[in-house]
């Protein structure tokens, strides 16, 4: 019986000492996880940033023909202009420099096909050269709209009648025969190499 006891025993105190040892690693800390970075989320797509007055760009032709080289050198706000008064309180009128630049003769897209110009008011709004009495503002000089042959370049010029807030701040915007869209940051006072030709021109 003494024996017996004295297995028993000891192999009471083997298991006793088994689960003290599995405590040890119930104990441990358990490691950390690092955290995964954070994925970085590509951001959302910005305009092209705008085109100084006077810096040129070179554009596809109407109906993908020809490349024209167009620079806007001057814009003019006036009230009055080419006999009309701006029915929305004021006229922007800028002159560019058109350029063929390849063999074959080159144009710009008509509004009616969705191409050509655009103004961009500070806060997004779109507007055209349809508005107001813009239409009605001609200037010899700047009246060109044939064709540009190669070699050659024409002056022309886009009117706008805006509100003085559309006017200042805005961005001039042309769309050409690949519906490219090409921007300008236009000035919010009379600007560009020709203002004193252009201003004489708008003396009706």
């Not at 309180?89 to 800028?94: A, E, H, L, S, Y």
Request: charged share 25%.
């Amino acid at each position: 019986m003494r024996v017996r006891a004295a297995v028993a025993t000891t192999a009471l105190l083997l298991a006793a000492l088994t689960a003290c040892g599995g405590g040890d690693d119930a104990d441990a800390k358990p490691k950390q996880s690092v955290p995964a970075a954070p994925s970085e989320e590509p951001s959302a797509a910005q305009p092209e940033k705008g085109l100084k007055l006077g810096t040129p760009a070179r554009t596809t032709g109407d109906g993908g023909t020809g490349v024209l080289e167009i620079t806007p050198d001057t814009v003019v706000f006036t009230k009055e202009g080419g006999g009309e008064t701006a029915a929305n309180g004021i006229f922007v009128v800028v002159t560019m420099k058109d350029k063929a630049m390849t063999a074959v003769a080159a144009d710009e897209p008509a509004p009616i096909s969705g191409g050509g110009w655009k103004w961009m008011a500070a806060d997004g709004e779109m507007l055209d050269t349809q508005g107001g009495n813009a239409f009605n503002v001609v200037m010899d000089k700047y009246n060109n709209a044939d064709p540009v042959q190669p070699g050659a370049y024409q002056w022309r010029s886009q009117v706008f009648d805006l509100t003085e807030a559309q006017a200042k701040g805005g961005t001039l915007i042309y769309i050409d025969g690949e519906e490219k869209a090409h921007r300008w940051e236009m000035p919010s006072t009379d600007a560009g190499t020709n203002v004193a030709e252009v201003k004489k021109q708008l003396e009706f």
